[in-house]
């Protein structure tokens, strides 16, 4: 167990980032990654935004509100999911074994690696350097021997931080953080906490596995029992998994409404789609994971009788999915996924409007091209916008 080490590598403000990068002249200023519309949410924002109030899923008009002076970009999933591949073969080149969480976050096993790299945060500076000489952006490496410590370390020093918990000190380091900032701990299970009069992680580790269980029911009660106490949870399991390709959204204050969901549902689709098409598979199935505020995990999938073309047919069976497995309530977390992959071309069907689909399949495609070769996209990527409702 000694031995045993995890960095939690998270880009920072990725998006918004990314498009500093792009215009340099965004540098500085208050930026949200969303469509300004009545009915449209924040994707995510800048820092110096975020100064305002402004975060992930929030109405575009409270957040206009809120900072009047923000600058709004409708933004680029072609281009950030470009990026985001630039930045994990780097992860992946430096570390034994790594796993993607998401566009913007990975974990790296780097047991056994002090004999390469020096100490664990000599190690984890030299990876930022190569990220950002290589990338220009800038990510925040949490250290600890679980991978739950190590989410939270990389969250306590941003931006472009480095937090190492030693084992010794795990527990200290979730006191000093609080209840608030464990991660999967969301607005809803504070409040019932507090309910309890638990208002604290001290508090919280008075309680037995069994009365935590009988509070919060089992899967919530279990959870709360061992984030308190250091011990990973384990909810990463099956994130790395062979022939599929997935993503997942993870939302704090949990996510509501019609509108903010199928916009998440559609930026997963077009994520997973693009990075299908980078790696030339094929997907036949779809699925859908959902984990609402008390961490029960539902999850569904499906495998078409006709092929699926582009990440509009995705965001459509997507959408068709989610909406007949909702139950109610906020989402904490959003996955979608493409299963059974071959490699190669789409084999051709029989159906009603293939060529039609075929066309959008290139127009994506094409739009992946020119992204890559750093050629301005966003016209065409407004053309996909245009049909994504």
């Known amino acids: 167990m000694s031995d045993t080490l995890f960095f939690h590598v998270d880009l920072d403000a990725f998006f918004a980032a990314v498009e500093v990068l792009v215009n340099p002249n ?3 200023k208050p930026l949200i990654i969303g469509h300004n519309g009545p009915r449209s949410v924040v994707s995510t924002c800048s820092y110096e935004a975020r100064k305002f109030g402004v975060h992930s899923a929030m109405p575009m008009v409270t957040a206009l509100r809120l900072c009047p002076q923000a600058i709004c970009v409708d933004g680029s999933m072609k281009l950030y999911s470009e990026k985001s591949k630039q930045v994990m073969t780097i992860l992946r080149d430096y570390a034994p074994q790594m796993t993607q969480a998401s566009i913007d976050e990975a974990y790296l096993d780097m047991s056994g690696t002090t004999r390469i790299y020096g100490s664990p945060k000599d190690s984890a500076k030299r990876l930022q350097e190569r990220v950002f000489n290589q990338t220009g952006l800038t ?20 931006p472009n931080g480095i937090t190492y918990v030693p084992l010794s000190r795990e527990v200290e380091f979730i006191d000093l953080i609080g209840l608030k900032k464990l991660w999967g701990i969301g607005k ?5 906490l507090r309910g309890h009069h638990i208002s604290d992680t001290q508090t919280l580790r008075n309680f037995t596995e069994e009365g935590l269980q009988k509070l919060f029911g089992t899967a919530q009660g279990s959870y709360l029992y061992k984030i308190s106490r250091g011990i990973d949870p384990g909810i ?9 390709i997935s993503a997942e959204r993870t939302f704090y204050p949990d996510l509501f409404g019609e509108d903010a969901i199928n916009q998440f549902l559609y930026e997963l689709a077009q994520e997973i789609m693009f990075r299908a098409f980078d790696e030339n598979f094929v997907p036949k199935t779809i699925g859908v994971k959902i984990r609402y505020a008390d961490f029960s995990t539902f999850s569904t999938s499906l495998t078409p009788n006709v ?3 582009s990440s509009k047919d ?3 069976y997507l959408k068709q999915l989610f909406w007949a497995k909702y139950k109610s309530g906020g989402i904490r977390l959003l996955g979608a996924g493409l299963y059974n992959l071959y490699y190669g071309e789409a084999p ?3 159906e009603l409007f293939v060529e039609e689909k075929i066309k959008r399949q290139g127009l994506e495609k094409t739009i992946l091209k020119l992204s890559k070769s750093g050629l301005e996209v966003k016209r065409a990527s407004n053309l996909l916008s245009k049909t994504k409702h």
């Not at 021997?145 to 306590?156: E, G, N, P, V």
């Open 314 to 316: 995705v965001y459509d």
């Open 348 to 350: 051709e069907q029989m």
């Open 26 to 28: 965004l540098k500085g």
């Open 188 to 192: 809803a299970t504070l409040e019932n």
């Open 236 to 244: 990463y399991q099956g994130e790395a998994k062979s022939h599929s």
């Open 139 to 158: 990510a925040s490496i949490g250290i600890a021997q679980s991978r739950y410590i190590a989410k939270l370390a990389s969250d306590y020093h941003k």
């Open 307 to 309: 092929g699926i073309y």
